[in-house]
């Protein structure tokens, strides 16, 4: 709001005997202007908070902030064993390989069963032979034989200390419900064990030296 130095004084207020001069109106403008600030601040807060509160802006985070129950955590960590075992285990001639390593003939990081734990024999590490898999379920890159286009470790990997570090993924977390944390249907413990009990393997149905003997 600006004053002009020509603008007449404001009328004297009715009870007020002295005029207030040009100095304490200034004050006064000022006062009242930074009391507006604030209501405004105050009201857009009040609208933020309206609008979480009804849902309305989703959290960025790919999980929801809700911490899972231990019910659910114990869930996880079970589909997570099962998947290691389905997904990382080793072939008979004992390797175990990411698919992209699979699908080629470089040498290994590290010899038949000499791989330290959490590792593949082709120097991926559990983590990231799950996300592989995850991603590929998802549209990005491929998995089973056949399929050509793959995501390069080089990329692959990065990409998931990228999330990991950002978002603190975990393997699982690209098959959760957004919003209430719980797993897609058919996506829990059960699912995977199941397929572990059932004998199913990529390693040895899908990939590796059955193909290739
Ligand atoms: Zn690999």
Known sequence: MVISPAATPAPTLVGRPARPS????????RRLNQRVRELEL?????????????GGFPSPLPTPAAAPSSAFQENWQARTDARVKLLCSLNRAGNALCAWHDSRRERRAYPPRMAPPGYLNCGCTFDEALFEESLARHGVGSYLPGESVRMDPALRNPLLKLLQQRYHYRD???????????WIEGEGAS??????????SYSRKYRGEERRS
Do not use: Y
């Open 22 to 29: 040009r100095d304490r109106m200034e004050d006064e403008i």
């Open 42 to 54: 105050e009201l857009i807060s009040k609208e933020l908070k309206d609008e979480v509160s009804r």
């Open 172 to 182: 699982g977390d690209f098959e959760r419900e957004p919003v209430t944390g719980n």
């Open 191 to 200: 699912f995977w064990e199941g397929k572990v009990t059932a004998g199913v």
